[in-house]
């Protein structure tokens, strides 16, 4: 969309935030952005600001407006913000009505100010599975190696973990390459709950909850076991009682986080990986789960453990999740697992 108005002007960009509860992610590379901004209602209307950090601020005024659809930003040079507001409330005025009407009537004078609006990519997350955008491109590779990464390739676990995340994601994640790391995130080894005997592989957080780990162990015979663990959303109508199960290859059982109430499965690696799991649950009914509560999460906001993101792991379970979304029928080597499409 383009105001035709005489310049001098604004370079905005469009971003649809009908689905977002952040839009961090789409302001990363400017660091929340310092500049002004336009929000966009669903009846019409506009309101024009300024911030010094617009991602932020956007949080406040997605609490206060519960029907915006869109959101125009342009970075623009902090002691000069004042004054561009006022030019960009004189420019948006004579196009619609603004909510912010202390400052209309036209306090930019009579110049006519040219609003050019480029529409961006932007990031959706539906509460429909069905609607969610898949992995469109490959993982993102930084430089250099990460000696994380290198350890699970040398142990020989690197293929298998992408494949069980990258179907995870495929499946449960609404666009992964947009709201990386910054809405979802993964770690290879971290340093969580290690004991003697015991470490986790690989954790996947949406917001600010671990929705899939992988860990494993060593009992006191030395035997070796691996498990994965699924938090997903509790299904309605359903007793505690109901909720939990045990069936070959799989223990599942309601359980509560300080802020989320979860379904949390617990399944055997070994069982997974060969297909021999009994799910309770049908296969999309529990994707569906999955779904549901990762976008309730990322709908929050901003992940605290984005600091803990490892891109270079990311970039290999994003691979994969291309690959599934390309619809290419799966490598005789890679198994199908839970997780994968109905």
């Not at 035997?223 to 509790?234: D, G, L, P, S, T």
């Amino acid at each position: 969309m383009t105001a035709e108005i005489a310049s001098p002007g604004f370079e905005l960009t469009r971003y649809d935030v009908q689905h977002l509860g952040t839009i961090r992610p789409l302001l990363a590379s400017s660091h929340g952005m310092c500049g002004l901004y336009v929000l966009r209602f669903a009846d019409g209307a506009a309101y024009v600001g300024q911030s010094v950090d617009i991602a932020r601020r956007f949080l406040e005024h997605r609490r206060r407006f519960d029907d915006l659809v869109a959101i125009e930003v342009t970075p623009w040079v902090r002691e000069h913000l004042d004054a561009g507001e006022q030019r960009l409330i004189a420019a948006i005025e004579t196009e619609c009505a603004i909510r912010n009407i202390l400052h209309t009537d036209r306090p930019g004078g009579d110049t006519d100010i040219a609003v050019a609006i480029d529409e961006a990519q932007s990031i959706v997350l539906p509460w429909d599975r069905a609607a969610r955008t898949r992995a469109d491109t490959p993982g993102a590779r930084p430089q250099g190696t990460d000696r994380r990464v290198e350890h699970l390739h040398q142990i020989g676990d690197l293929d298998t973990l992408s494949a069980i995340i990258g179907i995870y994601v495929d499946e449960t994640i609404p666009d992964p390459n947009n709201t990386v790391p910054y809405l979802w995130n993964v770690t290879a080894l971290p340093t969580t709950a290690q004991a003697r005997g015991h470490r986790r592989l690989a954790t996947v957080n949406c917001g600010n909850l671990e929705t899939l780990y992988i860990t494993d162990y060593t009992d006191y015979t030395d035997e070796k076991y691996a498990r994965i663990w699924f938090n997903i959303a509790r299904p309605a109508g359903r007793t505690d009682d109901e909720l939990t199960v045990q069936s070959p290859g799989v223990w599942t059982e309601p359980f509560t986080y300080k802020s989320q109430q979860v379904w949390k499965w617990q399944v055997d690696y070994i069982t997974y990986i060969e297909e021999d799991v009994q799910p309770p649950i049908p296969f999309d009914e529990f994707n569906d789960l999955a779904y549901q509560l990762n976008v309730r999460l990322m709908r929050r906001g901003t992940s605290r453990f984005a600091r803990h993101h490892n891109p270079h792991f990311a970039a290999e379970v994003l691979d994969f999740a291309h690959f599934l979304a390309l619809e290419t029928p799966l490598p005789e080597e890679i198994p199908t697992m839970i997780p994968h499409r109905a």
